[in-house]
């Protein structure tokens, strides 16, 4: 729901390093870190509500009643029935009624325990993430697989294609010189009709 601008108390996550990363870089304002978490949803379930599983949603109005004394977050599991809830293979938490971020719930304790645990991930490593994704098939198509997906993959993958395009055009090769490393000394690269044989 939240992709569609509903206010929500339910935090996404997923199953899948690569998802992750992908989300946690989608609108990444390159000139600082930023950050991927992970969470062990068994676990904090066993912490704050000494059950080591994972509920389903609840679909009943007795839950919105109940959650008055909800006070601590809980990891849900979805009702996998939708194309983009299989391919982002996620599971939710729902923050309880204190407010406090998971890393402040309980003193910390999540931390602490070592089942929350958080990753940055700083400007330098744009590239590397940027091939890891394409590598890993991480794209709006595969994780949207439906026409919007679609949509936002083409507008994507056009924009990116015209930007390597003006990379290219700017960066003409004609009046640049190249060296190379030889066993008699670095010595400038040149053509000619041996080259090629």
Same mark, same amino acid.
């Given at each position: 729901m939240q992709q569609? =601008?509903?206010? #929500?108390?339910?935090l996404d996550w997923?199953?899948?390093?690569?998802?992750a990363l992908y989300f946690a870089t989608k609108n990444w304002q390159?000139?600082?870190?930023?950050?991927?978490?992970l969470l062990d949803p068994i676990k904090l379930n066993l912490t704050f509500h000494n059950f080591g599983e994972l509920k389903s949603m609840p679909k009943t109005g007795s839950f919105l009643k109940e959650r008055i004394?909800?006070?601590k977050t809980m990891a849900l599991s979805p009702t996998m029935n939708t194309y983009r809830?299989?391919?982002?293979? =996620?599971?939710? #938490?729902?923050?309880?009624?204190?407010k406090n971020?998971?890393?402040d719930e309980e003193n910390g304790i999540l931390f602490k325990k070592k089942i929350l645990k958080h990753i940055q991930i700083d400007c330098d490593l744009e590239n590397d993430i940027d091939l890891f994704l394409n590598l890993s098939g991480m794209n709006q198509l595969a994780l949207f697989p439906d026409l919007t997906g679609l949509a936002m993959y083409v507008n994507q993958w056009t924009t990116t294609e015209l930007k390597k395009k003006r990379l290219q055009d700017e960066s003409s090769y004609?009046?640049?010189e190249f060296f190379r490393d030889t066993s008699t000394g670095i010595v400038l690269w040149q053509e000619d009709e041996h080259m090629y044989r």
């Open positions: 569609y =601008g509903v206010k #929500t108390r339910l997923s199953e899948s390093f690569a998802v390159r000139n600082k870190p930023c950050s991927v978490w004394n909800f006070n809830s299989l391919s982002q293979r =996620g599971f939710f #938490t729902l923050q309880g009624n204190t971020g998971l890393e004609d009046n640049k």
